[in-house]
């Protein structure tokens, strides 16, 4: 049985890969939930089995420009994509998750359409620290063409009661305050039993520390 993939295109420059159901089609309610709205399914340069679902009034929200979908887009260059966007594959009139044996060649094909580099195109899955761990404690930043970490995102208070991280740079001494247990920083994969930290900066939610990560890996493949 033949297993599927959801690729999701964020208007960060990151591409999150998830499980998808293997026979049955991907329900409304999940796709919605997915572009945050109702739903608009728009064709590829991808293939012609290949779709993409979107915030049908993502303009009129004005939701943030997404590089990468519009450039996948047929119409990108006049009609540009905001918000998130949905990679599906449509059999006959189903719209199911993409066959997990193309999803490289379309991130791939992705990369080569938007002259972006694949290791900007950062996949976020669940650390594998604690089975029980969530991702409001860690999460692991792949490398898109190794499907390894090479960073972590921690809270702060999990890194301390794991002990994962022994110091961390320029942090004030009451780091054990409730206020900044809840903030989160990242930590290079490489060095994570050392203690190593990307940034000594602290950052108040998970979504930034994304959205730091994902610029800093954007800005480095750029020079």
């Not at 047929?74 to 994509?81: A, F, Y």
Request: with cysteine; aromatic share 6%; hydrophobic share 35%.
């Amino acid at each position: 049985m033949t297993q599927r993939c959801i690729i999701k295109v964020e208007p960060s420059g990151r591409v999150k890969i998830t499980e998808a159901p293997r026979k049955q089609q991907v329900s409304l309610e999940k796709l919605q939930h997915m572009v945050g709205g109702y739903i608009e399914t728009v064709h590829t340069r991808l293939g012609d089995d290949i779709i993409m679902v979107v915030d049908e009034e993502g303009k009129n929200k004005g939701k943030e420009y997404n590089y990468l979908a519009t450039s996948i887009y047929r119409g990108g260059e006049l009609d540009p994509i905001v918000g998130s966007g949905v990679i599906l594959q449509q059999v006959v009139d189903q719209m199911l998750g993409v066959e997990s044996g193309r999803v490289e060649e379309i991130l791939n094909q992705i990369a080569d359409l938007s002259d972006c580099d694949k290791r900007t195109l950062i996949n976020l899955k669940y650390t594998r620290f604690n089975r029980r761990t969530s991702e409001s404690d860690a999460v692991a930043v792949l490398d898109a063409d190794h499907d390894k970490p090479v960073n972590y995102i921690f809270r702060v208070g999990y890194a301390l009661e794991k002990n994962i991280v022994e110091q961390m740079l320029s942090t004030p001494k009451n780091v054990a305050s409730d206020e900044l247990k809840n903030r989160y920083l990242i930590v290079d994969a490489n060095n994570c039993e050392a203690g190593a930290v990307q940034t000594s900066k602290l950052f108040d939610t998970l979504e930034e520390a994304k959205n730091w990560l994902a610029d800093h890996y954007a800005n480095r493949n750029e020079k």
